[in-house]
């Protein structure tokens, strides 16, 4: 069993930067592929980015492309998501998860709020 805790959210200004970070114990964090996903008020969940379980293959959604970075690093037993230039749109709790293959999504966290000003 894993367990995911995110952390690093909170309220921005548009333009600003945030990164989050999400802590996993209680497994073999190396052999996860990662992603995390946002879910906005009234919106459906949204996955934002994923990264393989070397960290040598990364997707990331066209809407935060050029924007968030994923990565990881596994002597840490952590996945990052680095948000740069924020807009209001980017508002949502944030949640990471974990899968036993690429584009699986087995274990996840209870997630971190991300607010973005204009």
């Known amino acids: 069993q894993v367990q995911l805790v995110e952390s690093g959210g909170g309220l921005v200004q548009a333009g600003g930067s945030l990164r989050l970070s999400c802590a996993a114990s209680?497994?073999?964090?190396?052999?996860?592929?990662m992603a995390w996903f946002r879910q906005a008020p009234g919106k459906e969940r949204e996955l934002v980015a994923r990264i393989s379980s070397s960290g040598g293959v990364t997707w990331h959604a066209t809407s935060v492309k050029g924007r968030f970075t994923i990565s990881r690093d596994n002597a840490k037993n952590t996945v990052y998501l680095q948000m740069n230039s924020l807009k209001p749109d980017d508002t949502a709790v944030y949640s990471c998860?974990?899968?036993?293959?690429?584009?699986?999504?087995?274990?996840w966290g209870q997630g971190t709020q991300v607010t973005v000003s204009s």
């Open positions: 209680g497994g073999t964090f190396s052999s996860y592929a």
């Open positions: 998860s974990a899968g036993m293959r690429w584009l699986t999504y087995d274990y």
